[in-house]
């Protein structure tokens, strides 16, 4: 079993910043690449940030500038840095990992999600 957890998640002032973690434990033989995506009320889920195994990373453009993703490869954790935050990023924010389970199958996994609310 391949589990992805979110934490980190909640409410903030424009211009305030927050930090998301997530972690993917399991049965897990590799990881290829992690992200965030987000969704807000009655839009379609999107990319926000991504990091592959070799580093690279890629950002949606309305986040450029502002968030950083990072990760720790020991720990099969991915941070998500968001600074200048505004109130079009309120959303429910959601962590994937492309991974290879424990038999090699190769699938995305998805976190339950964690809500990010961006108001005065």
């Known amino acids: 079993q391949v589990q992805v957890v979110e934490s980190g998640g909640g409410e903030v002032q424009p211009g305030g910043s927050l930090r998301l973690s997530c972690t993917a434990s399991?049965?897990?033989?590799?990881?290829?690449?992690m992200g965030w995506y987000r969704q807000a009320p009655g839009q379609q889920r999107e990319l926000v940030a991504t990091?592959?195994?070799?580093?690279?990373?890629n950002y949606a453009d309305s986040v450029k500038g502002r968030f950083t993703i990072s990760g720790d490869n020991a720990k099969r954790t991915v941070y998500l840095q968001m600074n200048s935050l505004k109130p079009d990023d309120t959303a429910v924010y959601y962590c994937?990992?492309?991974?290879?389970?424990?038999?090699?199958?190769?699938?995305?996994?998805w976190g339950q999600g964690t809500q990010v609310t961006v108001s005065s």
């Open positions: 994937n990992s492309h991974l290879a389970d424990g038999l090699g199958w190769i699938n995305d996994y």
């Open positions: 990091l592959n195994s070799g580093g690279s990373t």
């Open positions: 399991g049965r897990i033989s590799r990881i290829y690449s």
